[in-house]
Nanobody
Framework: EVQLVESGGGLVQAGGSLRLSCATSGFSFDDYAIGWFRQAPGKERLGVSC????????YYVDSVKGRFTISSDNAKNTVYLQMNSLKPEDTAVYYC?????????????????WGQGTQVTVSS
């Protein structure tokens, strides 16, 4: 059974930091790309960051470049999203997803499996 379990969300003040984790199981982690998406109320799901477990290539949406860092621990089948200098506009439910044929990292339709999400709230 494929599982992706997010953790690490919470409430933080603007300028603070959080580290999200995505623990995975049930698929060949080394062959997949793992992405982080977020969805705020009334908005579309947005691809935030992604990492390829094959070659380590990464993607960041412009609004988080320089603030967020994605990393992968292949031994633990886990991907992390370190979020620094958080802003109120980062408030959303954050989801991790995995895909084996991800041609465009920011496009959600390329991903096969999704976690349940974790809430991130940044207060001003």
């Amino acid at each position: 059974e494929v599982q992706l379990v997010e953790s690490g969300g919470g409430l933080v003040q603007a300028g603070g930091s959080l580290r999200l984790s995505c623990a995975t199981s049930g698929f060949s982690f080394d062959d997949y790309a793992i992405g982080w998406f977020r969805q705020a109320p009334g908005k579309e799901r947005l691809g935030v960051s992604c990492i390829s477990s094959r070659d380590g290539s990464t993607y960041y949406v412009d609004s988080v470049k320089g603030r967020f860092t994605i990393s992968s621990d292949n031994a633990k089948n886990t991907v992390y999203l370190q979020m620094n200098s958080l802003k109120p506009e980062d408030t959303a439910v954050y989801y991790c997803a995995s895909g084996i044929s991800v041609r465009r990292m920011e496009v959600s339709s390329f991903y096969d499996y999704w976690g349940q999400g974790t809430q991130v709230t940044v207060s001003s």
